[in-house]
């Protein structure tokens, strides 16, 4: 069993930045893919990055290439998404998962609960 935790959610204006954390209990971090998903109200689950077991391969959503960034700590059993420019439409809860680096939810094992990104204009 993997216990994600994410952290580093907030309230910013636009054009600030902020770096969400994601923590997993478990000795198999180190193996899995893992991914970050984003939900704005009303709107469906959306896939925004992911990044391989060793971070050495990355994606993103085309609506954040260029102003989020992937990484992973393995030693730290924690991934980041660091987000720069930020815009309103980015306002949404932001969730990590571990299983997969594909784009789809079902390909993931576990979630986390949620971290609230808020972009003020």
């Known amino acids: 069993q993997v216990q994600l935790v994410e952290s580093g959610g907030g309230l910013v204006q636009a054009g600030g930045s902020l770096t969400l954390s994601c923590t997993a209990s478990?000795?198999?971090?180190?193996?899995?893919?893992m991914g970050w998903f984003r939900q704005a109200p009303g709107k469906e689950r959306e896939f925004v990055s992911s990044?391989?077991?060793?971070?050495?391969?990355?994606d993103y959503a085309d609506s954040v290439k260029g102003r989020f960034t992937i990484s992973r700590d393995n030693a730290k059993n924690t991934v980041y998404l660091q987000m720069n420019s930020l815009k309103p439409e980015d306002t949404a809860v932001y969730y990590c998962a571990a299983g997969s680096v594909l784009r789809t939810m079902d390909q993931y094992d576990y979630w986390g609960q949620g971290t609230q990104v808020t972009v003020s204009s």
């Open positions: 990044i391989s077991r060793t971070g050495g391969s990355t």
């Open positions: 478990g000795r198999t971090f180190s193996r899995s893919g």
